[in-house]
């Protein structure tokens, strides 16, 4: 997840490895961690720095 974002604030949506980290997390990561974590993206309270 962190990756994911992390790449396409970088890099942009459509590079190749930004895809291949999406399609990581989606497959890893239970969908309720998913949705908290894009909740407090939101709220800019993720605990992590997603800038690259």
Request: with cysteine; hydrophobic share 35%; proline share 6%.
């Amino acid at each position: 997840y962190i990756d994911y974002f992390r790449c396409i604030n970088a890099k942009g949506e459509e590079f190749a490895a930004c895809k291949q980290f999406y399609r990581a997390y989606h497959s890893l990561c239970p969908n309720e961690w998913i949705a908290k974590w894009d909740e407090q993206r939101e709220r800019d309270a993720f605990p992590v720095s997603l800038k690259p």
